[in-house]
């Protein structure tokens, strides 16, 4: 039961995630929509690889059966790494864009860029 919950709440935050960046017309909330999508994925792994009674990987006498696989959580570390990198490096493109075009949103951008191919 847990897990379906679990599944069902990632999946959730996902489709909210994946709304927001859809229909946002500002390029700040595009970069939390994308994060939130990432940390949806996350947990989603993360969820599918929990079982009750499961017991850490460290020790000299364990049960096999009833150890958790430490390779989904090593993978998902790495994959929030990465998503801090890409939002840091989104972060800074906004910021580069922002001070060139001085707006924040994608309607407004588009605009601006198109005047300046046209001089």
């Not at 929990?50 to 000299?60: D, E, F, L, R, V």
């Not at 790495?78 to 801090?84: E, F, R, Y």
Request: hydrophobic share 50%; glycine share 8%.
């Amino acid at each position: 039961m847990e897990t379906e919950l679990i599944e069902i709440l990632t999946l959730v935050l996902f489709f909210v995630g994946f709304y927001g960046l859809i229909t946002s017309t500002n390029i700040v909330k595009s970069i939390v929509f994308i994060s939130i999508l990432e940390t949806s994925v996350v947990l989603f792994f993360l969820g599918i690889g929990y079982h009750t009674g499961i017991m850490p990987p460290i020790g000299a006498d364990l049960d096999p059966t009833a150890v958790a696989d430490p390779l989904p959580q090593a993978l998902m570390i790495t994959a929030v790494v990465i998503g801090l990198t890409g939002t840091a490096v989104n972060i800074v493109m906004f910021i580069t864009l922002f001070r060139k075009y001085g707006t924040a949103s994608w309607e407004n951008l588009k605009i601006k860029n198109a005047e300046q191919d046209l001089c």
